[in-house]
């Protein structure tokens, strides 16, 4: 749910032209006898200022007032200024002062001031348009030009917002402690030592006790099964091999690769860790 609270928040933030045209968009949503006690409520609110603006708006409906205000050099401030203030006191049915207006509006922009607009001045020509747009005394062929217009203002409004933001996040952060001359594009962090890392979680390098290699060649893999010395050489020992963590298969091990390389002593019998269950059966009835 909206709070009313952050409603007023986010509308004192917007720029002029932007709260014309929420505020026409809104009203586009009322119901008939809402717009009608808003017109009311807006008829009391205009007499706070009706005074002070009684001059302006009297020669902003006489034609000949309006010309010779709005013409001649169209690209001075004031004159802008005095064209959006007209535009805003234009009565409903005054189509001759809106198509002088219009006119207006049309060689302000032969003479190429909408092009390459920001800041202020863009603000202001936005808020022109866009209270032409609005207004109901234009004609639809006059809104729909002044609806391009502003479209393309809007892009280049946003094309300015947005390369402001992008030159203001390529920036790069000078540290307190550093000179930025000593930062250049070529530093990278050193890799990190491997000879001083340990094995990862759960997982330990065990090392068979009593066994020494016999000869000067290179000590057997730490990660390799444990062994056992017999008198035909070394031989793996099943039986002492570590399980491995959970979630990791079991080492698999090819008794037939040892037994046909290696030479059993006498006393020493290989039979599997576990006989089948027929064997077991078989040596119960035969005894």
């Not at 000179?179 to 990278?188: L, V």
Request: aromatic share 8%; net charge negative.
């Amino acid at each position: 749910m909206v709070c009313k609270e952050d409603v007023v928040s986010w509308f004192k933030e917007l720029e002029s032209y932007k709260r014309i045209d929420a505020m026409c968009t809104l009203l586009n949503m009322c119901l008939p006898f809402e717009l009608r006690f808003i017109g009311t409520y807006l008829e009391e609110l205009g007499k706070r200022d009706f005074q002070e603006l009684r001059g302006a708006e009297l020669r902003a409906n006489n034609p000949t007032d309006l010309a010779a205000d709005i013409g001649g050099a169209n690209t001075d401030p004031r004159t802008r200024r005095k064209m959006a203030l007209y535009v805003s006191l234009l009565r409903s049915c005054n189509f001759a002062c809106a198509t002088t207006l219009y006119n207006a509006m049309v060689s302000l922009e032969q003479s190429g001031l909408i092009k390459g607009l920001y800041g202020d001045l863009l603000e202001e020509i936005l808020l022109l348009y866009t209270m032409a747009l609005h207004h109901p005394a234009f004609t639809f062929d006059q809104k729909s030009h002044f609806g391009e217009i502003l479209d393309k203002l809007k892009l280049e409004n946003q094309r300015i917002h947005y390369q402001e933001q992008q030159d203001h996040i390529n920036v790069p952060p000078v540290s307190g402690c550093h000179n930025q001359s000593s930062i250049t594009p070529n530093m990278s962090v050193p890799p990190p030592n491997l000879s001083s890392l340990g094995p990862p979680p759960g997982i330990m390098f065990v090392k068979t006790p009593g066994v020494q290699p016999t000869s000067t060649d290179t000590v057997a893999d730490l990660s390799s099964p444990p062994v056992l010395s017999g008198a035909g050489g070394v031989v793996p020992m099943l039986g002492e091999v570590s399980h491995p963590p959970p979630g990791l298969p079991l080492p698999q091990y090819n008794m037939g690769e040892f037994i046909g390389q290696h030479t059993w002593p006498a006393n020493i019998i290989v039979s599997p860790l576990n006989q089948p269950i027929e064997a077991l059966h078989s040596k119960k009835y035969t005894v």
